[in-house]
């Protein structure tokens, strides 16, 4: 085999492992999420990068007696009354799914219904029995991040 005929055999073979590489990752994307969550409207994925220094949300988007679930970020920001809020793991304590949803002051988990208290992240229903640990939040003007 000559040079330029090894050269060209190289460079075809690392064109192929580079497409494949690209449709690997195309596929890995798509089924990706990282959550263990199925999505659902009350969970939301904020526009910045999650290391603290973007905002989660607007306080305006966190309904009061509700909340929003931030699968990426691992929290779950709740406002138990009027301009109060309050942030704690999203991972059920139970056996760790994701929780999915708060409404009327208690947070559920959609694995074995688990409900905690939106205002303190105490249980209100098993089978869970340890509370929701609490997340540093910061609240100013109008925006919330973690801490």
Do not use: W
Not at 44 to 50: D, S, T
Not at 53 to 65: C, H, K, S, V
Not at 86 to 103: D, I, N, P, R
């Amino acid at each position: 085999m000559s040079a330029a005929q090894e050269i060209q055999v190289h460079v075809g073979r690392r064109a192929v492992v580079a497409a494949g590489a690209t449709g690997l990752a195309v596929v890995l994307t798509a089924c990706g999420g990282g959550s263990k969550d199925s999505g659902g409207s009350d969970t939301v994925e904020p526009a910045g990068e999650g290391d603290g220094a973007a905002p989660l949300a607007a306080t305006a988007d966190i309904p009061e007696g509700g909340g929003v679930v931030f699968a990426d970020q691992g929290v779950v920001v709740t406002q138990p009354q009027a301009g109060e809020f309050k942030a704690f793991s999203s991972e059920c304590t139970h056996q760790g799914c994701a929780v999915k949803g708060v409404a009327e002051g208690v947070i559920t988990c959609p694995c074995h219904n688990s409900m905690f208290d939106a205002a303190t992240g105490e249980v209100r229903g098993g089978p869970a029995t340890t509370p929701l640990p609490e997340k540093q939040i910061r609240v100013e003007g109008g925006s919330i991040t973690l801490a």
